[in-house]
Protein backbone atom coordinates (compact mmCIF):
# COMPACT_ATOMS: atom_id res chain seq x y z
CA UNK A 1 0.00 0.00 0.00
CA UNK A 2 1.64 2.99 -1.16
CA UNK A 3 1.04 6.58 1.11
CA UNK A 4 1.43 9.93 -0.20
CA UNK A 5 1.59 12.54 2.80
CA UNK A 6 2.38 16.31 1.78
CA UNK A 7 3.61 19.54 4.25
CA UNK A 8 4.82 22.73 4.02
CA UNK A 9 1.87 24.56 3.57
CA UNK A 10 0.85 27.80 5.20
CA UNK A 11 0.26 31.61 4.84
CA UNK A 12 2.53 34.23 3.32
CA UNK A 13 1.87 37.49 1.66
CA UNK A 14 2.12 38.38 -2.33
CA UNK A 15 5.23 37.79 -3.65
CA UNK A 16 6.24 35.30 -0.87
CA UNK A 17 7.51 31.44 -0.98
CA UNK A 18 6.64 28.18 0.16
CA UNK A 19 8.46 25.02 -0.53
CA UNK A 20 6.00 21.69 -0.47
CA UNK A 21 7.34 18.52 0.34
CA UNK A 22 5.40 14.92 -0.50
CA UNK A 23 6.59 11.81 1.10
CA UNK A 24 6.27 8.71 -0.42
CA UNK A 25 5.39 5.29 1.66
CA UNK A 26 5.94 2.14 -0.02
CA UNK A 27 7.66 1.68 -3.88
CA UNK A 28 5.81 2.46 -7.35
CA UNK A 29 7.55 0.70 -9.45
CA UNK A 30 9.82 2.42 -12.48
CA UNK A 31 7.42 4.14 -14.42
CA UNK A 32 5.25 6.44 -12.42
CA UNK A 33 4.64 10.23 -12.99
CA UNK A 34 3.73 12.03 -10.09
CA UNK A 35 2.14 15.88 -10.05
CA UNK A 36 0.89 18.44 -7.59
CA UNK A 37 -2.55 20.08 -7.89
CA UNK A 38 -4.43 22.19 -6.69
CA UNK A 39 -8.71 23.28 -5.51
CA UNK A 40 -9.31 26.37 -4.47
CA UNK A 41 -12.76 27.20 -2.24
CA UNK A 42 -15.30 26.00 -5.14
CA UNK A 43 -13.49 25.34 -7.94
CA UNK A 44 -12.25 22.00 -9.69
CA UNK A 45 -9.18 20.90 -8.85
CA UNK A 46 -6.66 21.62 -11.43
CA UNK A 47 -3.29 20.04 -12.15
CA UNK A 48 -0.27 22.74 -11.71
CA UNK A 49 3.18 20.66 -11.76
CA UNK A 50 4.22 17.09 -12.98
CA UNK A 51 7.31 15.46 -13.00
CA UNK A 52 7.45 11.78 -14.85
CA UNK A 53 10.59 9.37 -13.89
CA UNK A 54 12.89 10.61 -16.37
CA UNK A 55 12.35 13.97 -14.70
CA UNK A 56 10.57 15.69 -17.73
CA UNK A 57 8.25 18.10 -16.21
CA UNK A 58 5.51 20.42 -16.95
CA UNK A 59 3.63 23.21 -15.83
CA UNK A 60 0.09 25.02 -15.97
CA UNK A 61 0.40 28.16 -17.63
CA UNK A 62 -0.36 29.99 -14.52
CA UNK A 63 2.47 29.04 -12.65
CA UNK A 64 5.34 28.99 -15.47
CA UNK A 65 8.31 30.68 -14.24
CA UNK A 66 7.36 31.20 -10.81
CA UNK A 67 7.04 26.83 -9.50
CA UNK A 68 9.21 24.35 -9.71
CA UNK A 69 8.33 20.81 -9.20
CA UNK A 70 11.31 18.25 -8.56
CA UNK A 71 12.21 15.15 -6.89
CA UNK A 72 14.63 13.42 -4.52
CA UNK A 73 14.76 9.40 -5.47
CA UNK A 74 17.06 8.47 -2.77
CA UNK A 75 14.17 10.57 0.50
CA UNK A 76 11.28 9.24 -1.74
CA UNK A 77 10.08 13.17 -1.94
CA UNK A 78 8.45 14.84 -4.32
CA UNK A 79 9.12 18.96 -4.56
CA UNK A 80 7.05 21.99 -5.44
CA UNK A 81 8.79 25.35 -4.68
CA UNK A 82 6.66 28.00 -4.95
CA UNK A 83 7.71 31.64 -5.80
CA UNK A 84 6.29 34.94 -6.38
CA UNK A 85 2.97 33.72 -4.58
CA UNK A 86 -0.43 35.44 -5.97
CA UNK A 87 -3.24 35.39 -4.03
CA UNK A 88 -5.05 33.65 -6.64
CA UNK A 89 -2.60 30.54 -5.61
CA UNK A 90 -4.45 30.22 -2.71
CA UNK A 91 -5.97 26.67 -2.00
CA UNK A 92 -5.35 23.14 -1.22
CA UNK A 93 -2.42 21.55 -2.37
CA UNK A 94 -2.11 17.78 -3.46
CA UNK A 95 0.29 15.79 -4.42
CA UNK A 96 -0.84 12.62 -6.70
CA UNK A 97 0.85 9.70 -8.56
CA UNK A 98 0.36 8.05 -11.52
CA UNK A 99 1.60 4.13 -12.45
CA UNK A 100 2.49 5.41 -16.68
CA UNK A 101 5.54 7.03 -18.43
CA UNK A 102 3.23 9.14 -19.68
CA UNK A 103 3.16 12.62 -18.01
CA UNK A 104 1.36 15.98 -18.07
CA UNK A 105 -1.68 17.73 -18.30
CA UNK A 106 -4.78 15.71 -18.43
CA UNK A 107 -8.01 14.69 -17.22
CA UNK A 108 -7.05 14.19 -13.30
CA UNK A 109 -8.78 10.98 -12.88
CA UNK A 110 -5.72 9.63 -14.22
CA UNK A 111 -4.34 10.08 -10.90
CA UNK A 112 -5.10 6.76 -9.00
CA UNK A 113 -2.92 7.62 -5.19
CA UNK A 114 -3.74 11.42 -3.61
CA UNK A 115 -2.03 12.52 -0.61
CA UNK A 116 -4.51 14.43 1.93
CA UNK A 117 -3.79 18.08 1.39
CA UNK A 118 -1.61 20.76 2.31
CA UNK A 119 -3.49 24.11 2.83
CA UNK A 120 -1.62 27.42 1.02
CA UNK A 121 -3.21 30.95 1.90
CA UNK A 122 -1.64 33.89 0.22
CA UNK A 123 -2.69 37.27 0.92
CA UNK A 124 -2.66 40.47 -0.85
Known amino acids: QVQLVESGGGSVQAGGSLRLSCAVFGYFGSDVCMGWFRQAPGKEREGVAYISSVDSTSYADSVVGRFTISKDNAKNTLYLQMNSLKPEDTGSYYC??????????????????WGQGTQVSVSS
Open 96 to 113: AARLSWACGPGPVSRFGY
